[in-house]
């Protein structure tokens, strides 16, 4: 069993940066690939981004390319995204999401989610 708790999130104007965290805890492995997918209410999760847990693989969704960036620090078992130049359409709550068996880009994919963080970008 995993278990993953997001933290971060908050109330920002358009411009400024947040950066969110994904703690893990229970049973976790080094080489488990993390996602950061957002929902808002009705629409379907959309992915952000992926990274394995050694650090060497990377992907972006092309909505955030350029300006949000994963990253990961085993030693504490956690995974941030980096969220820059934030835009009204990016308000939703963010999810992180471990293990997934398939394509990293399905949130059907990820065999285990936290609970979300939301994030408001005022205008």
């Known amino acids: 069993q995993v278990q993953l708790v997001e933290s971060g999130g908050g109330l920002v104007q358009a411009g400024e940066s947040l950066r969110l965290s994904c703690a893990a805890s229970?049973?976790?492995?080094?080489?488990?690939?993390v996602g950061w997918f957002r929902q808002t209410p009705g629409k379907e999760r959309e992915f952000l981004a992926v990274?394995?847990?050694?650090?060497?693989?990377?992907f972006y969704a092309d909505s955030v390319k350029g300006r949000f960036s994963i990253s990961r620090d085993n030693a504490e078992n956690t995974v941030y995204l980096q969220m820059n130049s934030l835009k009204p359409e990016d308000t939703a709550v963010y999810y992180c999401?471990?293990?997934?068996?398939?394509?990293?880009?399905?949130?059907?994919?990820?065999?285990?989610w936290g609970q979300g963080t939301q994030v408001t970008v005022s205008s």
């Open positions: 999401a471990a293990d997934p068996s398939g394509t990293w880009d399905k949130s059907r994919s990820y065999d285990y």
């Open positions: 229970g049973r976790t492995f080094s080489s488990v690939p």
């Open positions: 990274i394995s847990w050694s650090g060497r693989t990377t």
